[in-house]
């Protein structure tokens, strides 16, 4: 019965690898996208969200089934529990790179976002993601602390963004249109990040047991 | 567990000896005392008989008190005198069986048991001479009573027997055992126990010897495997068939950019192959090995190109695991980068004077050029093919300096003179531009090849004259110390990027694209300078400054082929 569980236990972990990956492939593909790499297409990010969205729904049931089979306790409860939370992060994660990947096709030709710095931010982004999928597989405390810490840079990045979205706009050099989707695909990845920092915490949870909002109600 | 058995059995033994010792004991002296009894009636009635006869019923009235109980009966049953009872208020006794059969035999005896089966009567009656019937009875207890009496100081017995008894059993068990808790396995020759065991003392050393030498070979195996593994420039990664690593070797690690303060192996939780690289093309190589099926992929980790070949491990039929085998492509994947760029460069190098060349001829065969006009194209037809074949030549030169096949001698050549005659051969083409051209320096020797040397310190110097700015300068400086020659050509032309530096060696790079038709040269020049010098085993060193200059230095290592030289200049 127990070796069985710890089978299912290390199944899930690889499926869990498998969606991250998935995650990583789609933003990084989409942040390519926006940054005017030819070599991919979007097509691929849209056929990843699909898998994704599928994998999640597959894992959810796995999950369930372990819980109510198993009854686990302890570190095995806050795993599958951790893992849980976590598909939902990264199902959006998945969501997010495909409306990039939607809107790139509406800004590739505008001037402005090559002097932006949301090419910067979008690689911050998929370093975060990649980074807090690292720390999972590895179960590495230290690489999840720094992705929470890395989602300051973000949003800094992401308030940089609109500034010079605004004075663009104002300057009236380019495409209003553009420039919108410009911000949205600037706040994707903003929400990605905060994905990211999610993804990081449940990591540490599943680890040592306590959560960050844990922590913060206890300060309270 | 054998020390409890031996125990159980001595004293089971004891108790079932001690429960059928007693128990015939028992019946034996029942039985003795029962027919004593009967005999010691039979005996009293007799005596009483003859009494009777000789003294009359006054016998019986002189009975001690502690007698049996007598009784005298009449002929027709009537009680005439009982010790115990008043004859009056005893009933005829003519039906009582031992009276009975008295009266027939003459002499009879029977036993009657009380209600409660405690006690029974022994009855022995007699018949006397004249007819009358005496009887001596004797009540005891029966054997059942006597039994049950005995049951309490039978158990009080036993028990004291196996207290005993048990003690004794627990020594001798002890005992009995003792040499065997004792044994030496480690050592189970050197044993003095029971002569029994030694079949199994000898065979439990006879395999103890094989599975220390199995160990070993398997150990040996082992470290084996893992040296060759280790030293392999290939990484190697051997996964089971759920995905998990079972082993993998330094190189594996290092390219799959595994910390080596991560440990792969903690205890017997073994880590899928997936936490070591997860993304796509690798997943689903390891999905296609675990499948059975052989696949192999590229990846690209850190810049670096491996080639992943994935090999199934299956045995009956079923996949028991894979080979993940990863080989350094990096090297060949930027050759066969350099060498497309290089046919389409040359393609195109070659293309263009020829477009020239096959252009000009048409306009001049058409008719539509005038006689007088006809040198002026021929001119630039000589041009073009003169600029083709100097390409071509280069390309020889590169192709053979490429293939290291050239079978030239080295000999001793003297760089300053050398410098020289290239500057008398460039004298012309710096004076065009108004370049000072100038060679520094005193006599150096060095052993190398001079055709090559020659080539390689022309291209420096006509690239410094052909890129200089008009009225510029060029100097050259050879200087030699013991360890080595330094040929130094420096320019004060359009000098080079520190983006462009790291490529102009390369073959058709041209740092100013748009002006290169103006300029001339075919873009093989410095590439055979690398070349060249790699040829010599010789170092390139470039400083430039963007819109100052150049400074290409050569280097010659002298150490080894400096006293040969001397006894040559000798």
Redesign the interface.
């Known amino acids: 019965m127990r070796t069985k569980f710890d089978?299912q236990l290390?199944q899930l972990?690889?499926e869990l690898?498998?969606m991250?990956?998935?995650c990583?492939?789609a933003i990084s593909i989409a942040a390519k996208v926006l940054d005017g790499d030819n070599t991919v297409s979007t097509e691929r990010v849209f056929s990843l969200e699909h898998d994704i969205d599928e994998l999640e729904h597959d894992i959810e049931s796995r999950c369930m089934r372990m819980l109510l089979q198993q009854q686990p306790v302890a570190k095995d409860l806050r795993v599958i529990s951790a893992a849980l939370k976590m598909i939902s992060d990264m199902e959006r994660i998945g969501d997010q790179a495909a409306d990039v990947a939607e809107l790139t096709g509406y800004v590739a030709s505008t001037v402005a976002q090559g002097k932006l710095h949301i090419t910067k931010m979008a690689k911050a982004a998929v370093m975060m993601v990649t980074e807090s999928?690292d720390a999972f597989?590895?179960a590495d405390m230290e690489t999840a602390q720094k992705v929470i810490r890395d989602d300051d840079t973000v949003d800094s990045l992401f308030i940089q963004v609109r500034k010079e979205l605004l004075a663009s706009l104002k300057e009236e050099d380019d495409n209003p249109e553009a420039i919108l989707d410009l911000l949205m695909i600037a706040k994707y990845f903003e929400r990605i990040g905060d994905h990211a920092v999610n993804l990081a915490e449940w990591v540490q949870y599943s680890i040592t047991g306590v959560h960050k909002s844990d922590e913060h109600h206890q300060d309270l | 567990m054998m020390t409890k058995r031996i125990f159980r059995a001595v004293l089971g033994i004891s108790f079932v000896a001690c429960l059928a010792g007693m128990s015939i004991a028992f019946t034996v002296l029942y039985s003795y005392f029962d027919g004593q009894l009967s005999k010691e009636l039979k005996n009293e009635a007799e005596y009483l008989a003859v009494s009777l006869e000789n003294y009359g019923t006054q016998v019986l009235e002189d009975l001690p008190e502690s007698s049996e109980r007598v009784t005298l009966i009449d002929t027709n049953g009537t009680v005439l005198f009982d010790n115990f009872f008043d004859p009056k208020t005893l009933d005829n006794h003519a039906d009582r069986e031992e009276i009975r059969q008295a009266m027939l035999t003459g002499s009879s005896k029977t036993v009657r048991n009380s209600d409660t089966f405690q006690k029974q009567t022994v009855y022995y009656a007699l018949r006397l001479d004249d007819g009358k019937i005496l009887r001596v009875s004797s009540t005891q207890y029966t054997i059942v009573a006597v039994m049950s009496g005995m049951v309490q100081p039978f158990l009080w017995i036993t028990f004291s027997i196996l207290m005993v008894v048990g003690l004794f059993a627990a020594h001798i068990s002890h005992k009995i055992v003792e040499p065997l808790n004792q044994l030496d396995l480690e050592h189970p020759e050197n044993n003095e126990s029971y002569d029994e065991l030694a079949p199994l003392l000898t065979k439990i050393s006879w395999q103890q010897r094989t599975i220390r030498e199995q160990l070993l070979a398997a150990k040996q195996k082992q470290e084996e495997f893992q040296m060759i593994t280790d030293y392999m420039q290939e990484g190697l990664l051997l996964i089971d068939s759920g995905g998990e690593i079972l082993s993998t070797n330094h190189s594996a690690l290092k390219l799959l950019g595994v910390k080596p303060e991560l440990q792969i192996f903690v205890g017997a939780h073994r880590e899928n192959v997936l936490t070591l690289n997860r993304t796509e093309p690798f997943c689903r190589t390891v999905d296609a090995v675990l499948k059975g099926k052989r696949a192999e992929t590229v990846l690209e980790l850190d810049g670096s190109y491996y080639q992943m070949s994935a090999n199934p491990v299956v045995t009956d039929g079923k996949v028991e695991g894979g080979v993940l085998l990863f080989v350094d492509i990096t090297q060949q994947k930027q050759s066969e980068t350099l060498r497309r760029e290089f046919t389409a460069n040359v393609s195109h190098e070659l293309k263009t004077p020829l477009t020239s060349i096959s252009g000009f001829a048409e306009i001049i065969k058409d008719g539509f050029v005038r006689p007088e006009d006809i040198p002026q194209f021929a001119g630039k037809i000589f041009e073009e093919s003169q600029r083709l074949i100097a390409l071509v030549g280069d390309i020889i030169k590169i192709s053979q300096l490429d293939e290291d096949t050239l079978p030239y001698e080295k000999e001793a050549v003297d760089l300053y003179s050398l410098c020289q005659e290239i500057a008398k051969r460039l004298q012309s083409a710096a004076e065009s531009k108004g370049i000072d051209f100038q060679v520094a320096g005193q006599s150096t020797i060095v052993s190398t090849v001079r055709k090559i040397a020659d080539e390689v310190i022309y291209n420096l110097c006509d690239n410094a004259i052909k890129y200089n700015r008009p009225n510029g300068k060029v100097e050259v400086a050879v200087v030699g110390s013991s360890q080595k020659a330094l040929v130094q050509v420096r320019d004060t032309g359009i000098g080079i990027s520190a983006v462009d530096q790291r490529r102009v060696f390369e073959r058709f790079y041209r740092v100013d694209k748009s002006h290169s038709k103006q300029i001339g040269g075919t873009g093989l020049g410095l590439s055979i300078v690398k070349h060249g010098a790699a040829y010599l085993g010789v170092q390139i060193g470039l400083e430039s400054t963007e819109g100052l200059g150049s400074i290409f230095t050569l280097t010659w290592p002298r150490e080894n082929d400096a006293p040969a030289l001397e006894m040559k200049q000798d």
């Open positions: 089978e290390r972990n690889i690898i498998r991250g990956s998935m990583e492939e999928i597989v590895r």
